[in-house]
């Protein structure tokens, strides 16, 4: 067994730890029977199986991202376990969709033998993002002012979740191809680039078809998240600052726009920055979530103590203010140490990639997972509109959590299959 390997199990287990004694304390402060915290260990013990499963291809990995993953799943289930009330039960379901999610990305990880072999269908892979998109805004249920819902069944979808996926690989495979290319074209007499249309047109009339189809459905997170990964893979692909500051442009005169046009972004905007003017209405998301924040504190109320409850949408939207409320300014940025912790992981998977493909994949991978981070807690502490959009994660969603494994398990394809770092084995033990 290598050192990595020793390491990626002592660390599962010591989150197994940490979830059940996070779990104790919440039924405790509940009055629940204290067996119910050993059912918050179910999801760390599910990502160590898969772990081993993946060792039995007998091929290198990244160690470090899994264990991180697993203490972040054990923190969203402590607190959707604490929210759970009488008639819901979203942590119990939570764990249902970790399984299926911990299972999609062993199978994700397996039967992509070769994750560079992915480049081959960017084309496929960008005309489905744009199917998924199209089905939701054609057969899509509305709930919340946004139509992202399919109805399957009993289940609901969002068939918006997969879609990022397929972005990403497509967006990847074509900057591969391109992106050298796109980046010796010349500079015009102003200093910005030139590009003949026939390269950069294609990739940039996917993603503004796509921004299209979301603000039309009402999902300015997700259109947030895929201008934000367009413009990062461009950037990556070619290496001119230029095209972030177009895209920054681009983004503000877009947002302006769309805040003159389209009544619902109108609302989100005066609810960001107006509150207090309709306190019970379009604002009662910001105040509630303020008021939590402040009577947290530093160190918080403690679990199972405070009044999160009272936040509307709070165990999707709003968790991160409910951990803010009960574990305080310390519980949230040991939260988002983890959350960075991951990002680094990620691009660090890219960093050391020996294939272009694999790179801009991990890169893209990683992007997503961190704007989804930032835009949602940036909504929550009051930096930006809410979205509403997921904590990765944390907040519950069976379609986040399971797409959101699937990008884990190509994560841990492509430093398998790209980065070849070998493991050092243990003296006594090789």
């Not at 199209?134 to 002012?145: A, D, F, K, L």
């Not at 940036?378 to 994660?393: E, K, M, N, S, Y």
Request: aromatic letters at 8%.
């Amino acid at each position: 067994m290598s050192v990595a390997r020793r390491r990626e199990i002592v660390l599962l287990c010591l989150v197994a730890v940490i979830t059940a004694l996070g779990m104790a304390l919440t039924c405790a402060a509940l009055h629940n029977s204290a067996v119910r915290a050993t059912r918050g260990v179910v999801p760390v013990a599910i990502l160590l199986l898969v772990s081993f499963l993946m060792d039995l291809t007998g091929k290198g990995r990244d160690r470090t991202l899994l264990p991180i993953v697993a203490m972040i799943c054990g923190i969203g289930i402590i607190m959707l376990w604490r929210l759970e009330g009488p008639r819901s039960f979203q942590a119990s379901k939570q764990i249902v969709w970790m399984t299926i999610g911990a299972g999609l990305m062993l199978a994700t990880y397996l039967v992509v033998v070769d994750v560079r072999s992915l480049s081959r269908f960017k084309y496929i892979a960008g005309a489905g993002a744009v199917l998924l998109l199209m089905v939701t805004m054609i057969w899509g249920q509305e709930r919340y002012g946004a139509r992202l819902w399919i109805a399957v069944g009993n289940l609901s979808l969002q068939p918006g979740e997969f879609a990022k996926i397929l972005m990403a690989i497509s967006l990847a495979g074509y900057a591969a191809d391109r992106g050298q290319i796109i980046s010796q074209g010349g500079r015009d007499r102003w200093g910005l680039p030139l590009v003949e249309i026939k390269y950069l047109g294609p990739i940039g009339i996917l993603v503004l078809f796509c921004l299209a189809l979301f603000v039309t459905q009402r999902d300015l997170g997700a259109a947030v998240l895929f201008f934000g990964l367009a413009v990062a893979v461009i950037y990556l692909s070619t290496g001119r600052r230029t095209y972030v500051l177009l895209g920054l442009i681009a983004f503000a005169g877009g947002a302006l726009l769309a805040s003159n046009m389209f009544p619902h972004v109108h609302r989100r905007m005066v609810a960001w920055l107006y509150p207090q003017s309709d306190p019970s209405g379009a604002g009662l998301q910001t105040l509630r979530v303020m008021y939590g924040l402040g009577e947290g504190g530093v160190l918080g109320t403690g679990l199972g103590l405070g009044m999160p409850q009272k936040m509307p949408a709070v165990a999707t939207d709003l968790i991160f203010g409910a951990v803010g409320e009960e574990l305080g300014l310390a519980g949230t940025l040991a939260l988002l140490t983890l959350f960075a912790m991951a990002t680094f992981n990620g691009f660090m998977i890219a960093w050391r990639s020996r294939d272009r493909f694999g790179m801009l994949l991990a890169a893209s991978l990683t992007t997503v997972f961190a704007l989804q981070t930032l835009v949602i807690v940036g909504g929550v502490i009051r930096a930006f509109p809410l979205t509403g959009i997921t904590l990765p994660f944390v907040s519950y969603g069976g379609t986040s959590v399971v797409v959101n494994f699937i990008s884990i398990g190509l994560l841990l394809a492509v430093s398998r299959d790209c980065t070849g770092a070998p493991e050092r084995p243990l003296r006594n033990h090789a």
